[in-house]
């Protein structure tokens, strides 16, 4: 899919990102697709993190070039940032306000900012809106964050492992406000998060980064289309220890039964394999957790 | 416990800078600000100042791992520490008691071995409940000072007559601090909460920034509830953007008193103009003929305190000082700016400009605190001395306010923002280049009363403060915008 950069609230042309003695990012090409649902997976020191601030200017490229909106980052200025949300997974807060404080505080930011929302999610989050941050608990203070990055109804929400300390209920809440936001906005949601069960429910544009390289940019649906763990039984036994083919990923079995793990988009590819190993095959495609090693593992290339 | 790890804890570069600068500021302070002779100088020095400075520098090395949860999970862990500190306390109170057999010499040793591990001990006794930083600083000096003028005239010969006394009692506070402070009760109130030794408060590292935050939240926790924000729409200027910034940092503090940074500008006000008044009024005339040559000299010409009268070494420290300390608080405050706590939806641009705001803001207090401190202190003095000072005229203003306003500006537009030890390290060559500068004042101020010298400052003035603004503007285009706030916090005061 190839996007046109007006029509992609961010794009990330050669970027690399170094600190001293880390490459974060390395020489990344990128652009989010407009309206989309975009999961941004990686294993841990990936550059998601690094990725979600450059988006939101708070950090800025080393070398290459990074446009929110078409702005480059360094010069985002108040239209931009105000159809920008950020939610982090541990927000710096004013620790002296009261959620409340804080709330009003920030409101008086925005020209939008939309109080009816504040007060549903209030409620549906349940968070005690008089209490200090500096006494709130984890998942509370994450809540807030929540509050602060979406209530001003962003085109463009980063979410930097939003859920990681909410209960399972907040966290059913939180991805059934994403899909209504989804629903009426059009928003754009670049979500960043290590709880892949959740996550594939509501993304569907996938980003994979491994070690600072992107290594998979593409929707969900053709991900899971070209992912598939086929069990393979040969009544005759005689399957190899390993297969040639080049989309096997891996295998485990014996002689007679094997499971692999495959990626190829090619519908034909299944039956030429059970001629060539008079096997019978038996797909079923891959969830998001089972494909997260395939795609992160090193040295693993699953392209 | 292995030396090495206690070795470790107590962070040995670190506590010998730390030692070495608070006991030679008190050393030359104690002689200047209360007249003792030498010996009795010396004496209180070495058996009361080093050791409290040493104790408190040991007691933050004991109390950082107590301050952790962990070590209710090491097996004999507080037993161990406290052994190695009781170690410790012997060694340096004989080291003190070396020291003072050189300088001090007819005062008894085991007097000055007992009161010297009696104080080093001392502060491992120190309890805290809750997060005191700031408020400690303030009072530190200030007990200390008390007690130099009330034990100056009866330490020495005190020492001299009972040496047992304070051999004995020295030794019995060394035990029971000890006992006290590493008790299993005293143990676990500590646990749970935050503590900065010494160590970290003067030379910051970055490893400190979380305790920081910590102690931050905890004493945030406990505070009053904060001001209400009443504004429906942050107007887009500077101007409002810096009502922002200031609300998130200073509306916790429902009252003036409560905010640190007020009180420190209060506290340097209170020096430059109470410890004058404490001279008017315990030294009365005399006092005041060297506070008026002072002043008049501080105008004139740099203040030479070699050429003062050793009775009036405070009014000559005081002039001198007024000078030369609220141009580093200025810096220090400066450079807690940088980068604000909270990501606003602003430009680059506009943070930067809220952030010379800022920065001017400070400047303006930094000029007005000391100027009027003096002016006030030569107007109440002559009303208390009943005899004719020279109040504060244009010399003397210019004489605090010209470095300020052309160095300041010019020193902010060098020291680097980005990293905290490249901050630190030109945050130290400012220091000494702007007394140095400042030192060479006499040079300048007879030519900037002139109208063409006044003429060329305000364009010196400009040019320094464009620099700066330019400086702020480059800066904020190539920085990130996530780090901890500026160096004020690092230096152990949050700058509320």
Known sequence: ?303 | MNPRVHLCLLRPVRSLIGIASIACVAFGAGHALFRLDWPTSRLLGLAVTLPLVIGFYLGGAAHEPMHRPFILLLPDGPRRLRNATALAVLFFAAVVTGLAAWAAPRVPLSAVFGLAAGLIAFPCADRRHRARGFAWLLAAPLAWGLFCALAALLLRPAMISAPAAFCFGGLALAAASLLYGFSRQNLRARAELPFRPLQSLLIPVRTDAAQLERESSCQRAHSVLGRDWNVKKVAPTTLAWMAVDRHAESGAYPRWSRSPMLLLWAAIMAVYFGLPLLGFLFDGKAFAADYGACLAQLAANRVDLSQVPSASRLAGLMTSMSSGMPPLFALIVALSFPIPKLTYPISRDRQARVVYGLMLLQLAIALFVPASALFLASLVGQIISNRFLPALGLPGVSALMVPLLVLLPLILSIVPFARSYWRLIGYIISIVLFNYLNDLRWLWIPFALTPLGVAGILILAAAGLELLRRRLLRHYLSCDLLGSSGLGNFMGFAMN
């Open chain 1, 1 to 303: 899919m190839n996007l046109s950069p007006d029509s992609a609230p961010f794009v990330a042309e050669n970027v690399t990102k170094s600190y001293p003695g880390h490459l974060a990012l390395d020489a990344l090409n990128l652009e989010i697709p407009a309206g989309h649902v975009v999961g941004l997976l990686g294993r841990n020191g990936a550059g998601k993190t690094t990725l979600i601030h450059l988006a939101a200017g708070l950090t800025l490229p080393s070398t290459g070039t990074c446009r929110t909106f078409g702005t480059p980052t360094a010069r985002l200025d108040s239209p931009e940032l105000g159809r920008l949300g950020l939610v982090q997974q541990e927000s710096r807060f004013i620790e002296w306000m009261t959620v409340r404080q804080h709330l009003d505080f920030t409101a008086s930011f925005y020209a939008n900012w939309d109080r009816d929302l504040q007060h549903r999610l209030t409620e549906a989050l349940e968070l005690p809106v008089d209490r200090k941050l500096a006494v709130l608990s984890a998942g509370d203070r994450q809540k807030v964050g929540i509050l602060l990055g979406v209530c001003h109804r962003p085109a463009f929400l980063l979410l930097d492992e939003p859920m990681s300390s909410l209960d399972p209920i907040a966290r059913t809440d939180m991805l059934d406000f994403l899909l209504e936001r989804l629903r009426d906005d059009g928003c754009t949601v670049l979500i960043s998060s290590h709880l892949l069960t959740d996550v594939e429910k509501i993304v569907d544009w996938v980003v994979f980064l491994k070690a600072g390289r992107l290594v998979e940019n593409s929707s969900f649906d053709a991900l899971q289309e070209s992912f598939a763990e086929w069990t393979v039984t040969a009544p005759e036994g005689g399957l190899p220890a390993a297969f040639a083919e080049p989309y096997v990923l891996s295998s485990q079995g014996q002689d007679r039964l094997a499971r692999l793990n495959v990626r190829t988009r090619d519908p034909a590819a299944i039956e030429r394999f059970a001629r060539a190993h008079r096997a019978e095959v038996k797909a079923r495609p891959l969830s998001l957790d089972e494909m997260f090693p395939l795609l992160t593992i090193p040295g693993r290339d699953p392209s």
